[in-house]
T-cell receptor
Framework: DTAVSQTPKYLVTQMGNDKSIKCEQN?????MYWYKQDSKKFLKIMFS???????INETVPNRFSPKSPDKAHLNLHINSLELGDSAVYFC????????????????FGSGTRLTVV | GQQLNQSPQSMFIQEGEDVSMNCTSS?????WLWYKQDPGEGPVLLIA?????ELTSNGRLTAQFGITRKDSFLNISASIPSDVGIYFC???????????FGTGTRLKVLA
């Protein structure tokens, strides 16, 4: 069973559209994250939820809205997509909000490659 | 904002060679993590370091938490083709709840 699963794996859409990416973790972790990886492979955190509560909200356009219906799910909705939103979006989870419990760090999903045309 | 610089940015090595890479910052960190990312996949945790001076191994990989707490090092011994990928460091400083990721070291192994 996949520990952190994201859907879809690939998403190609036109500018101006609204799209959602879903993430689920079956590890029993309390904290989930969204990261954006740009074309230079630089990873930057966008949001973090701990037990459904938003704890990190980086400087991200309001067009991006995370939603956590329960602690096993963290979805990302993007409105009015722009060309610059093209990137790989990674969902991740950790046992606690510091990611230091035991030796776990973050567990990442396999990513969603978003292409805006 | 904080930034972690990784060196080298990329490297080609021959199979069987040892590899060294490092991660440096102007800030002090309390935890260092090393990840590997294969093409088309998410990063996977390799080693976690929690104390200054700590040296931890995971198979052919060895990582060290720098004494100054501003750097960390990763060594791979006797590299094999499947070591190809991007290696990221990530640091956590006190008073923050997020890891800062490094710029990545791209490793290519020539058989």
């Amino acid at each position: 069973d996949t520990a952190v699963s994201q859907t879809p794996k690939y998403l190609v859409t036109q500018m101006g559209n609204d799209k959602s990416i879903k993430c689920e973790q079956n590890l029993g972790h309390d904290t989930m994250y969204w990261y954006k990886q740009d074309s230079k492979k630089f990873l930057k955190i966008m949001f973090s939820y701990n037990n459904k509560e938003l704890i990190i909200n980086e400087t991200v356009p309001n067009r991006f809205s995370p939603k956590s219906p329960d602690k096993a799910h963290l979805n990302l909705h993007i409105n009015s997509l722009e060309l610059g939103d093209s990137a790989v979006y990674f969902c991740a989870s950790s046992q606690d909000f510091l990611g230091v419990q035991g030796n776990y760090g973050y567990t990442f999903g396999s990513g969603t490659r978003l292409t805006v045309v | 904002g904080q930034q972690l610089n990784q060196s080298p940015q990329s490297m080609f090595i021959q199979e069987g060679e040892d590899v060294s890479m490092n991660c440096t910052s102007s800030s002090i960190f309390n935890t260092w993590l090393w990840y590997k990312q294969d093409p088309g996949e998410g990063p996977v945790l390799l080693i976690a370091l929690y104390k200054a001076g700590e040296l931890t191994s995971n198979g052919r990989l060895t990582a060290q938490f720098g004494i100054t707490r501003k750097d960390s090092f990763l060594n791979i011994s006797a590299s094999i083709p499947s070591d190809v990928g991007i290696y990221f460091c990530a640091g956590l400083s006190s008073g923050t709840y997020k890891y800062i990721f490094g710029t990545g070291t791209r490793l290519k192994v020539l058989a």
